[in-house]
């Protein structure tokens, strides 16, 4: 959870600090401190972040363009560690926290704008980015989240989007228990609808969210939201799923959807939804049941082309958001404040 935690700060200016933020401090030691770019200018693009817990100093990034970098002194100096590698395009990327040897990393950006990047499957680190091995699935093209069982680094899941500008059958959730060597594919919904988030319970990986988006773009436009988007959840390792409906959740057509469960308790689930009654949703029973908790439409002015949610790894009512700002909630989502 600490690694999803450090995306929200550092996907947008990378600060190594990030990765410390959940620990108990005096704001006032910290009031004079600001945000600061720390590079490389080379990568492009970041929608794909990771720290390794217990490592204030060490984490990773890819750029949409740029490929895979590490730094090890906390953004002082980074170096690119794909170069050699048969991929460019990262849509996103996790360390396993059993060993944080083991990278995976989902090519393709999934921020569909108008100058988009496609990428060629999923790749594999097992000695901390000096080789790779290609695991397959090509013809996602556009993959949003990787996510890594915290206990076992052979079990991971990747949430497809599918081909950006026209239907294919290799989209949705697709989970490996083998390391990469073969996929199958746990979440489908149809040709035009993929999977745009993936969330963990940080106390119970058997329990996921999985947001899932219905959209197509042409060189010219962007259509955003349809029947097959919605919220779904599983209890069992992502071997079978439900779908949310109703119990607070918008009724009619939603677009695309970010959702984060709290490290600080299980029950808490945050989801920012694009749809006519959209805005930051929030469950305290675990995705049973729902209550709009704010509308501001800043969280929702760009819905279909950046809308990320992170909450606090420790305290319940602390989220963060993204979308025309990075955006951060101390009350439950009630309230938010523009960073930095």
């Keep these: 959870m600490y690694k999803r935690f450090a995306a929200v700060l550092a996907s947008l200016v990378l600060l190594g600090a990030a990765v410390t933020v959940a620990q108990q401090y005096d704001p006032a030691q910290f009031a004079g401190m600001k945000y600061r770019l720390v590079g490389p200018f080379r990568g492009g693009r970041v929608l794909a972040v990771s720290g390794i817990p217990g490592n204030p100093y060490t984490f990773y990034f890819g750029g949409v363009a740029g490929g895979v970098w590490r730094t090890v002194d906390a953004g002082v100096s980074w170096t690119p560690i794909s170069d050699k590698a048969p991929f460019s395009s990262i849509g996103a990327l996790a360390i396993a926290e059993s060993n944080p040897s083991v990278i995976y990393v989902g090519t393709g950006e999934s921020c569909i704008r108008g100058n988009i990047s496609y990428g060629n499957g999923v790749f594999k680190s097992t000695d901390g980015g000096k080789s790779w091995t290609y695991l397959g699935l090509k013809e996602t093209q556009h993959i949003s989240r990787v996510l890594v069982n915290p206990r076992n680094p052979d079990v991971a899941f990747v949430a497809a989007l599918g081909h950006a500008y026209g239907p294919n059958p290799d989209r949705g959730v697709y989970r490996?228990?083998?390391?990469?060597?073969?996929?199958?594919?746990?979440?489908?919904?149809?040709?035009?609808?993929?999977?745009?988030?993936?969330?963990?319970?940080p106390h119970n990986p058997n329990v996921l969210f999985a947001a899932m988006y219905q959209a197509q773009r042409t060189p010219w436009s962007l259509s955003s939201g349809g029947p097959g988007s919605g919220l779904w959840r599983s209890v069992d390792g992502g071997s079978t799923w439900k779908q949310l409906?109703?119990?607070?959740?918008?009724?009619?057509?939603?677009?695309?959807?970010?959702?984060?469960?709290?490290?600080?308790?299980?029950?808490?689930?945050?989801?920012?939804?694009?749809?006519?009654?959209?805005?930051?949703?929030?469950?305290?029973?675990?995705?049973?049941?729902?209550?709009?908790?704010?509308?501001?439409?800043?969280l929702t002015q760009r819905a279909w082309y950046f809308t990320h949610i992170f909450a606090d790894p420790r305290n319940?009512?602390?989220?963060?958001?993204?979308?025309?700002?990075?955006f951060r909630s101390t009350d439950g989502g009630k309230s938010i404040n523009l960073l930095p």
């Design 316 to 326: 319940i009512d602390t989220v963060y958001m993204l979308n025309t700002g990075l």
């Design 176 to 201: 490996t228990t083998d390391g990469g060597k073969s996929w199958q594919r746990v979440l489908f919904k149809d040709d035009h609808t993929g999977a745009i988030d993936l969330a963990f319970d």
């Design 245 to 298: 409906q109703g119990h607070g959740l918008p009724t009619d057509i939603m677009g695309r959807i970010g959702v984060s469960v709290s490290g600080a308790d299980s029950n808490r689930v945050y989801a920012l939804i694009e749809a006519k009654d959209g805005g930051l949703f929030r469950s305290d029973d675990g995705g049973d049941s729902w209550t709009k908790i704010n509308d501001d439409q800043r």
